[in-house]
């Protein structure tokens, strides 16, 4: 079974510059979920996806950070215009529907801001 | 945010023994609870995880203990090998919402 797919694997932009993340989750899971992981801690989610519609969304930084999930399948998360504090790495995972399910977890993409 | 916190942030364990990695969570309304590891590079891998109603769980090696009295939550790992040397987070489910501790990194000594 293929895993969680992210690109791109690492990412530089200066700050005040746009980027996108894309994530493709296992075939048939409903729910996926962006997270953000800043070096030393844990990740911390920043929307929840379930097929298309948005279930959680309040760790999200809206005025600056945007993420879609249109057909319920792939998903991008986007940040205009990145600040320096955003440099992290960007984990996607997904399940099958319901939270306790497992979560399987991408690789991430390493986003580094100058 | 939620306060989901690991009391070591590093432990150093010989090969063959046995690890306990613990956590202590600030919500007492949790109702789910989950071990990752995550090695350098990668994502968050799923180990075990308990619901609130349940006081231990066992798995392959592993065993999770939940105290909801105290708010606590730890990890024993049996026969601790160099493949487990990893960072290990607890996470706990509120609502919608996980909440990730800050990890403990467990280095096993051959």
Redesign the interface.
Known sequence: EAGVAQSPRYKIIEKRQSVAFWCNPISGHATLYWYQQILGQGPKLLIQFQNNGVVDDSQLPKDRFSAERLKGVDSTLKIQPAKLEDSAVYLCASSLVHIFNEQFFGPGTRLTVL | ?ES?GLHLPTLSVQEGDNSIINCAYSNSASD?F?WYKQES??????II?I?SNMDKRQGQRVTVLLNKTVKHLSLQIAATQPGDSAVY?C?E?T?????????TSLTVIP
């Open positions: 945010g989901v789910y989950i590079g990668k994502g968050p891998q799923f995880d619901r987070f996470a489910n609502g919608n919402q996980f909440y990730f501790g800050t990890g």
